[in-house]
Protein backbone atom coordinates (compact mmCIF):
# COMPACT_ATOMS: atom_id res chain seq x y z
CA UNK A 1 0.00 0.00 0.00
CA UNK A 2 1.12 3.52 -1.11
CA UNK A 3 1.56 5.81 2.17
CA UNK A 4 0.94 9.11 2.11
CA UNK A 5 4.61 9.53 3.27
CA UNK A 6 5.86 8.03 -0.07
CA UNK A 7 3.15 9.60 -1.97
CA UNK A 8 4.64 13.47 -0.57
CA UNK A 9 7.87 12.34 -1.03
CA UNK A 10 6.93 11.77 -5.14
CA UNK A 11 5.16 14.88 -5.06
CA UNK A 12 8.44 16.67 -3.91
CA UNK A 13 10.47 15.32 -5.94
CA UNK A 14 8.89 16.22 -9.23
CA UNK A 15 8.50 20.07 -7.50
CA UNK A 16 12.52 19.47 -6.41
CA UNK A 17 12.88 18.72 -10.66
CA UNK A 18 11.42 21.72 -11.56
CA UNK A 19 13.60 23.57 -8.76
CA UNK A 20 16.83 22.59 -9.95
CA UNK A 21 16.58 22.40 -13.46
CA UNK A 22 17.69 25.33 -16.10
CA UNK A 23 16.99 29.12 -15.48
CA UNK A 24 13.68 30.52 -16.76
CA UNK A 25 14.23 33.34 -19.02
CA UNK A 26 12.24 36.20 -19.20
CA UNK A 27 11.57 38.82 -21.95
CA UNK A 28 10.80 42.32 -22.32
CA UNK A 29 9.80 44.37 -25.34
CA UNK A 30 9.66 48.47 -25.40
CA UNK A 31 9.13 50.55 -28.82
CA UNK A 32 10.47 53.81 -29.60
CA UNK A 33 8.32 56.13 -31.98
CA UNK A 34 9.58 58.98 -33.71
CA UNK A 35 6.37 60.52 -35.44
CA UNK A 36 7.16 62.43 -39.30
CA UNK A 37 8.27 65.19 -38.55
CA UNK A 38 10.35 67.94 -40.42
CA UNK A 39 14.03 67.92 -39.51
CA UNK A 40 16.18 71.71 -39.31
CA UNK A 41 16.19 71.65 -42.93
CA UNK A 42 12.12 71.48 -43.38
CA UNK A 43 12.44 67.37 -44.67
CA UNK A 44 10.71 65.12 -42.96
CA UNK A 45 12.39 62.56 -40.81
CA UNK A 46 10.79 59.05 -38.73
CA UNK A 47 12.00 56.25 -37.15
CA UNK A 48 11.44 53.78 -34.71
CA UNK A 49 13.40 51.14 -32.69
CA UNK A 50 12.03 47.57 -30.74
CA UNK A 51 14.37 46.69 -27.92
CA UNK A 52 13.77 43.13 -26.57
CA UNK A 53 15.41 42.11 -23.47
CA UNK A 54 16.00 38.94 -22.34
CA UNK A 55 17.90 37.53 -19.10
CA UNK A 56 18.96 34.52 -17.14
CA UNK A 57 19.65 34.69 -14.05
CA UNK A 58 23.69 33.28 -13.81
CA UNK A 59 25.49 32.85 -10.45
CA UNK A 60 23.16 35.52 -8.72
CA UNK A 61 23.58 37.87 -11.57
CA UNK A 62 21.69 38.07 -14.84
CA UNK A 63 23.00 37.77 -18.24
CA UNK A 64 21.19 39.81 -20.58
CA UNK A 65 20.96 40.12 -24.24
CA UNK A 66 19.19 43.13 -26.43
CA UNK A 67 18.24 43.33 -29.95
CA UNK A 68 17.61 46.24 -31.06
CA UNK A 69 15.68 46.88 -34.61
CA UNK A 70 16.10 50.41 -35.30
CA UNK A 71 14.06 51.16 -38.34
CA UNK A 72 13.58 54.61 -40.62
CA UNK A 73 9.93 54.45 -40.81
CA UNK A 74 9.58 57.29 -43.62
CA UNK A 75 7.99 55.95 -46.54
CA UNK A 76 8.39 57.96 -49.70
CA UNK A 77 6.44 58.32 -52.80
CA UNK A 78 7.21 58.02 -56.29
CA UNK A 79 9.17 60.67 -57.27
CA UNK A 80 9.81 62.39 -53.84
CA UNK A 81 12.89 65.09 -53.18
CA UNK A 82 15.38 63.01 -51.17
CA UNK A 83 18.71 64.24 -49.26
CA UNK A 84 21.24 63.02 -46.88
CA UNK A 85 19.69 64.91 -44.33
CA UNK A 86 16.48 62.58 -44.31
CA UNK A 87 18.70 59.49 -43.62
CA UNK A 88 18.75 57.88 -39.81
CA UNK A 89 22.11 57.57 -38.82
CA UNK A 90 22.77 57.19 -34.94
CA UNK A 91 20.80 56.04 -31.89
CA UNK A 92 21.30 57.25 -28.56
CA UNK A 93 19.70 55.96 -25.41
CA UNK A 94 19.84 55.08 -21.63
CA UNK A 95 19.00 51.88 -19.27
CA UNK A 96 17.56 51.80 -16.47
CA UNK A 97 20.19 50.20 -14.31
CA UNK A 98 23.92 50.49 -14.33
CA UNK A 99 25.32 46.88 -15.94
CA UNK A 100 28.38 45.35 -14.04
CA UNK A 101 31.10 45.71 -16.60
CA UNK A 102 30.61 46.67 -20.22
CA UNK A 103 27.81 46.42 -22.73
CA UNK A 104 29.41 45.07 -25.81
CA UNK A 105 28.11 44.62 -29.27
CA UNK A 106 27.30 40.99 -30.18
CA UNK A 107 26.21 41.56 -33.96
CA UNK A 108 24.46 43.42 -36.45
CA UNK A 109 22.56 42.53 -39.70
CA UNK A 110 20.26 44.30 -42.22
CA UNK A 111 17.25 41.95 -42.63
CA UNK A 112 16.62 44.12 -46.28
CA UNK A 113 19.48 44.28 -47.70
CA UNK A 114 20.80 47.65 -49.42
CA UNK A 115 19.65 50.55 -51.42
CA UNK A 116 21.76 52.89 -53.76
CA UNK A 117 20.56 55.44 -55.11
CA UNK A 118 21.74 56.63 -58.73
CA UNK A 119 23.28 60.30 -59.58
CA UNK A 120 20.00 60.86 -61.13
CA UNK A 121 16.37 60.59 -60.48
CA UNK A 122 16.12 56.88 -61.48
CA UNK A 123 15.05 53.40 -60.31
CA UNK A 124 17.30 52.60 -57.09
CA UNK A 125 18.93 49.36 -57.17
CA UNK A 126 19.05 46.76 -54.29
CA UNK A 127 21.75 43.94 -52.74
CA UNK A 128 23.26 43.13 -49.30
CA UNK A 129 24.88 44.62 -46.96
CA UNK A 130 26.23 44.13 -43.76
CA UNK A 131 26.12 46.95 -40.93
CA UNK A 132 29.07 48.24 -39.48
CA UNK A 133 27.87 50.43 -36.78
CA UNK A 134 30.15 51.98 -34.05
CA UNK A 135 29.35 51.71 -30.51
CA UNK A 136 30.82 55.13 -29.33
CA UNK A 137 32.09 54.87 -25.24
CA UNK A 138 32.61 58.63 -25.52
CA UNK A 139 31.94 62.04 -26.96
CA UNK A 140 27.78 61.16 -26.47
CA UNK A 141 25.31 63.63 -26.10
CA UNK A 142 24.37 65.07 -22.76
CA UNK A 143 22.15 62.65 -20.51
CA UNK A 144 22.76 59.70 -22.83
CA UNK A 145 25.17 56.97 -21.65
CA UNK A 146 25.26 54.49 -24.93
CA UNK A 147 25.33 54.87 -29.06
CA UNK A 148 25.23 53.37 -31.79
CA UNK A 149 26.99 54.92 -35.16
CA UNK A 150 26.70 54.73 -38.56
CA UNK A 151 28.56 57.66 -39.31
CA UNK A 152 31.85 57.80 -37.51
CA UNK A 153 34.70 56.39 -38.77
CA UNK A 154 35.49 56.12 -42.76
CA UNK A 155 32.36 54.92 -44.43
CA UNK A 156 29.09 56.61 -43.67
CA UNK A 157 26.50 53.72 -43.24
CA UNK A 158 22.77 55.34 -42.94
CA UNK A 159 19.64 53.23 -42.79
CA UNK A 160 17.69 54.77 -45.50
CA UNK A 161 13.33 55.57 -45.85
CA UNK A 162 11.54 53.30 -48.04
CA UNK A 163 10.62 53.96 -51.24
CA UNK A 164 7.51 52.91 -53.10
CA UNK A 165 7.87 49.74 -54.91
CA UNK A 166 10.00 50.14 -58.10
CA UNK A 167 9.70 54.18 -57.87
CA UNK A 168 12.55 56.86 -57.99
CA UNK A 169 13.54 59.35 -56.54
CA UNK A 170 15.35 62.99 -57.11
CA UNK A 171 18.36 63.74 -55.10
CA UNK A 172 18.60 66.49 -53.67
CA UNK A 173 22.53 67.52 -52.66
CA UNK A 174 24.29 64.07 -53.61
CA UNK A 175 22.27 61.60 -51.89
CA UNK A 176 24.65 59.37 -54.06
CA UNK A 177 27.90 60.12 -52.16
CA UNK A 178 27.05 57.81 -49.60
CA UNK A 179 25.96 54.88 -51.11
CA UNK A 180 24.95 51.88 -50.15
CA UNK A 181 22.90 52.40 -47.61
CA UNK A 182 21.35 49.99 -45.21
CA UNK A 183 17.40 49.67 -46.53
CA UNK A 184 14.66 50.45 -43.90
CA UNK A 185 15.80 48.38 -40.67
CA UNK A 186 19.35 47.46 -39.36
CA UNK A 187 19.07 44.62 -36.34
CA UNK A 188 21.75 44.78 -33.16
CA UNK A 189 22.55 42.31 -30.43
CA UNK A 190 24.30 43.46 -27.55
CA UNK A 191 25.28 41.74 -24.48
CA UNK A 192 25.68 42.58 -20.53
CA UNK A 193 25.18 41.51 -17.16
CA UNK A 194 23.02 43.61 -14.52
CA UNK A 195 22.01 42.54 -11.04
CA UNK A 196 18.73 43.62 -11.38
CA UNK A 197 16.29 41.01 -13.26
CA UNK A 198 13.72 44.31 -14.46
CA UNK A 199 16.09 46.28 -16.54
CA UNK A 200 13.96 48.91 -19.64
CA UNK A 201 15.56 50.99 -21.72
CA UNK A 202 14.20 54.56 -20.11
CA UNK A 203 15.71 57.47 -23.03
CA UNK A 204 15.96 57.23 -26.76
CA UNK A 205 16.71 59.89 -29.18
CA UNK A 206 16.95 59.37 -33.37
CA UNK A 207 19.41 61.21 -35.44
CA UNK A 208 19.52 62.03 -39.06
CA UNK A 209 21.88 63.42 -41.83
CA UNK A 210 25.58 63.02 -42.43
CA UNK A 211 27.32 64.97 -39.17
CA UNK A 212 27.18 63.50 -35.72
CA UNK A 213 23.87 65.53 -33.90
CA UNK A 214 22.79 66.66 -37.36
CA UNK A 215 19.30 66.60 -36.42
CA UNK A 216 18.49 64.89 -33.41
CA UNK A 217 14.26 63.71 -32.44
CA UNK A 218 13.38 62.59 -29.03
CA UNK A 219 11.69 58.63 -29.29
CA UNK A 220 8.20 58.64 -27.23
CA UNK A 221 7.84 54.98 -25.80
CA UNK A 222 5.12 52.89 -26.74
CA UNK A 223 3.36 50.23 -24.72
CA UNK A 224 6.06 48.22 -22.38
CA UNK A 225 8.10 46.81 -21.27
CA UNK A 226 5.31 43.85 -22.03
CA UNK A 227 6.52 40.70 -19.47
CA UNK A 228 7.21 37.51 -22.29
CA UNK A 229 7.95 34.61 -20.08
CA UNK A 230 10.53 31.80 -21.94
CA UNK A 231 10.37 28.86 -20.23
CA UNK A 232 13.29 26.79 -20.74
CA UNK A 233 12.19 23.21 -21.94
CA UNK A 234 14.93 20.97 -20.03
CA UNK A 235 13.16 21.92 -16.39
CA UNK A 236 9.74 20.41 -17.94
CA UNK A 237 11.77 17.85 -19.29
CA UNK A 238 13.05 16.99 -15.92
CA UNK A 239 9.76 17.33 -13.91
CA UNK A 240 8.31 14.88 -16.31
CA UNK A 241 10.95 11.96 -16.07
CA UNK A 242 10.32 12.48 -12.30
CA UNK A 243 6.57 12.07 -12.68
CA UNK A 244 6.92 9.06 -14.95
CA UNK A 245 9.18 7.57 -12.31
CA UNK A 246 6.61 7.94 -9.69
CA UNK A 247 4.10 6.30 -11.61
CA UNK A 248 6.02 3.44 -12.52
CA UNK A 249 6.20 3.01 -8.80
CA UNK A 250 3.05 3.16 -8.17
CA UNK A 251 1.97 1.19 -10.83
CA UNK A 252 4.19 -1.52 -9.90
CA UNK A 253 2.43 -1.88 -6.61
CA UNK A 254 -0.85 -2.21 -7.96
CA UNK A 255 -4.14 -0.54 -7.52
CA UNK A 256 -4.29 0.77 -3.74
CA UNK A 257 -5.92 2.69 -1.12
CA UNK A 258 -4.17 5.58 0.73
CA UNK A 259 -3.26 4.85 4.47
CA UNK A 260 -5.98 6.47 6.97
Do not use: H
Not at 12 to 17: C, K, M, Q, R, V
Not at 174 to 187: M, R, S, T
Amino acid sequence: MMSRFRLAMFAAGALLALAVGPEVASADTITYTLATTNNANGNPVAAQAVFTLTNVLNAGNFDYTMTIDLKDTLVLANGASLAPNQFLSQLDFNLSVSPIGSVTVNSQSAPNGSINYPASGSTPTFGSITPTWTFPTSGLPSGFTYQLNGILGGTKQMIAPQVAPNGSVFMNGGVDNFNPYIYKDALFTLKFTAASSSVTVNKVAFNFGTTQGEFEGSGTSGPGPVGIPEIDPGSSVSALACLALGLMMFRSRGAVKLAA
